[in-house]
């Protein structure tokens, strides 16, 4: 069983002389967007791409974790939905309360995944289907199912501040990308995320305590959804139960195209970074360009199939 | 010598020619759906696609795929284009807010339709609101059927069964007491129950189920739903119950193409429409705005009413469905 897990596994390996293959897609894009239109390359749609990508982006650093240790985080989505109505409900008493309070939350949940996970033994993948289901029906029941207002004015101008001409979103994007690739290459807790992706019998027998490693896996899983969920309040300037439906699969769909795999153990957040300033790009061209929305649907999964195709198939 | 002055000739002439293709320059407008998945919200989206060309303006727009979030970015991809006016249909009020600003700060027109954001239209480059009164367009409904009921029995006389839409949305609260304003005027019309179908047409059929059972022959004379869907689907259980008494005595609110078929065929009384209609106000109103002419802050659409009790709402249906089916439009 394991035997065969390893050889599929073999088979799937992404081959690390694909690793100059994504920034020579990146900067493909990056050219070709700039050929295909002119206002592609000005400082404003640099900002709005940026801006546009945050909560995806931000939603991606913890879903390569997660990807690394071998699992999946379905819920985060709904985290992101119910961190907005906690810090909408909470912002009117206190803004700090209301931050703190949504991150305590997001990071509970995490630790539910985890402890849920590593005690019945569930597929993650049908395990974080149910708690997408169950966390977005509390935000509605705690939110009526209306949007929630109070969220400050000062808190809201947040998403959209600036610094130096680059949004300040920019610069708290590049330093969680850091901090996640520093644990992940330097803390034991971090290596010990890929031993269990790779082969959690062998980390195992390795003295590495698999189930601890899963349940703090899901756990920055969570915290890193509430930090998307902070900034997605911010940025839509209200608490919306029913918002960011499906913004796991693009948190999925950035670190797949960076070469994650989804059978744990490989994954860079650096090249998860790129992914999903890849996708951002196409979307971005694609709307300056004013392709039907229908049709915008095919080319993101196009480029999913020829960035793990060509992949896959090199190994 | 010679040699620049054909220089300066043929520099004259590109410039001429520039000059005639700037002045020919048609006005580009931008336009943002919030969502694409309901007929209604796609019938909205060709309707300003149609109404653009018709006018003779160009057209970009794009799909909030549903979450404010994504329209918010994707206006923002619009606006870069440096459009001569935005056309915005927000998710949500609240946060799409911050679309006006963007406006003020690029100085480009913005009109809302069917839904506003929180700022008041008619202040700075929000220029109009255009949409509909669910209130007055229910009230005219109710109003039609208080006369019809007079015109059949005599006097203002009758009862009404109700199916509402979705328990507590806008549309839902403004149907309910927009009807009940008209009727309540004539103290003998009566409505007699009223229960949520939730808008879908098989909850309509499920709820009319349980009125005919309790309410037997002759003391039902009209049945009201909120929307088209559930009234198809009260008509499916009328049907199937064998209550052709009440055959030809169905209003509802929308005005969908398969209601009005029905309402050609005299199994329907009469819808209000609320049609997902409003590019050509909105164009027009941005053509006036960039001609300097003013334009009305707040636009409340007319609704017309459907139906086949005089020969005038008879003609006027009939044109009305024809066109339908030879411009195959939904609604």
């Known amino acids: 069983m394991f035997k065969e897990q390893a050889q599929m596994k073999d088979k799937v390996r992404f081959s690390s002389s694909s690793s100059m293959l994504l920034p020579l897609v990146f900067i493909i894009v990056v050219i070709a967007c700039a050929a295909v239109s002119p206002m592609f390359f000005t400082a404003e749609n640099f900002r709005n791409i940026i801006v546009g990508s945050a909560t995806f982006g931000i939603l991606a650093c913890g879903m390569t974790v997660v990807l690394v240790s071998g699992e999946i985080d379905l819920s985060v989505g709904s985290q992101i939905a119910l961190t907005s109505v906690v810090m909408a409900t909470l912002a009117p008493k206190s803004l700090t309360l209301a931050i703190i309070g949504s991150l305590f939350v997001s990071l509970c949940i995490g630790l539910i995944n985890g402890i849920l996970l590593t005690k019945t033994k569930m597929p993650s993948f049908v395990l ?43 610069y708290a994007m590049i330093v969680m990308y850091l901090l996640t690739w520093f644990f992940l290459k330097y803390t034991t807790l971090g290596r010990s995320i890929y031993a269990v992706g790779s082969n959690s019998e062998s980390a195992r027998l390795s003295g590495i305590n698999v189930n601890r490693v899963k349940i703090a896996t899901y756990a920055i899983s969570g915290f890193v959804a509430g930090l998307a969920g902070l900034f997605y309040t911010s940025y839509v300037t209200l608490g919306l139960p029913d918002g960011a439906v499906d913004y796991e699969t693009q948190a999925i769909t950035a670190a797949i195209i960076g070469g994650t795999s989804f059978f744990g153990g490989e994954g860079k957040v650096f090249n998860t970074f790129l992914g999903l300033f890849i996708v951002g790009m196409v979307k971005n061209i694609l709307n300056l360009m004013g392709v039907s929305p229908f049709v915008q649907p095919i080319a993101i999964g196009v480029l999913i199939i020829i960035a793990v195709g060509v992949r896959t198939r090199k190994s | 010598m010679r040699k620049m002055s054909s220089v300066l000739l043929a520099i004259v002439l590109v410039l001429s020619v520039a000059a005639m293709g700037f002045a020919q320059k048609k006005p580009l407008i931008a336009f943002s759906q919030c969502t ?130 979705a328990v507590g949305s806008s549309a839902t609260i403004e149907r309910y007491n927009g009807f009940r304003e008209a009727i309540e005027q004539h103290p003998d019309i009566n409505i007699i129950a009223t229960q949520s179908g939730h808008g879908y047409r098989v909850e309509g059929t499920k709820v009319m189920e349980n009125y005919l059972e309790r309410f037997p022959k002759g003391t039902i004379d009209i049945v009201y739903t909120h929307s088209d869907e559930m009234g198809l689907g009260a008509l499916q259980a009328i049907k199937a119950a064998g209550r052709t008494e009440l055959i030809g005595r169905l209003v509802t609110i929308d005005g969908q193409r398969a209601a009005i078929k029905t309402v050609v065929d005299g199994e329907h009384l009469g819808i209000a429409d609320y049609a997902p209609y409003f590019g050509e106000a909105a164009i027009k109103s941005i053509l006036d705005y960039l001609e300097g002419k003013p334009v009305e802050a707040v636009q409340m659409l007319d609704s017309n009413l459907y139906h086949m009790v005089t020969p005038e709402g008879k003609n006027f249906t009939e044109n009305y469905y024809n066109r339908m089916l030879a411009e195959d439009l939904f609604y």
């Not at chain 2, 998945?37 to 989206?45: D, E, G």
């Not at chain 2, 794009?62 to 404010?68: Q, T």
């Not at chain 2, 949409?131 to 009230?139: A, E, H």
Request: hydrophobic share 40%; glycine share 8%; charged share 20%.
């Open chain 1, 128 to 170: 974080t289907l149910s708690t997408m289901g169950i966390v977005r029906s509390l935000a509605l029941v705690i939110a009526n199912g209306q949007p929630v207002y109070g969220v400050p004015r000062s808190f809201a101008n947040l998403s959209n501040a600036v610094v130096g001409n680059v949004p300040l979103v920019a």
């Open chain 2, 36 to 165: 694409m998945n309901h007929p209604w919200r796609i019938a909205m989206t060709n309707d300003v696609v149609y109404w653009a060309e018709k006018l003779g303006v160009d057209l970009i727009w794009n799909d909030g795929e549903g979450d404010a979030a994504v329209q918010l970015t994707k206006v923002r991809d619009l606006l870069l284009q440096n459009p001569d006016a935005l056309i915005i249909s927000p998710f949500q009020a609240t946060a799409l807010d911050p679309v006006k600003q963007l406006c003020d700060e690029k100085g480009i027109p913005l009109v809302c339709i069917d839904r506003s954001i929180d700022s008041e239209p008619g202040t700075d480059m929000y220029i109009s609101f255009i949409g509909k009164d669910n209130t007055k367009i229910s009230k005219e409904l109710g109003e039609f059927v208080a006369e019809y009921l007079n015109e059949i029995n005599g006097e203002y006389k009758g009862n009404i069964v109700e199916i509402q839409e």
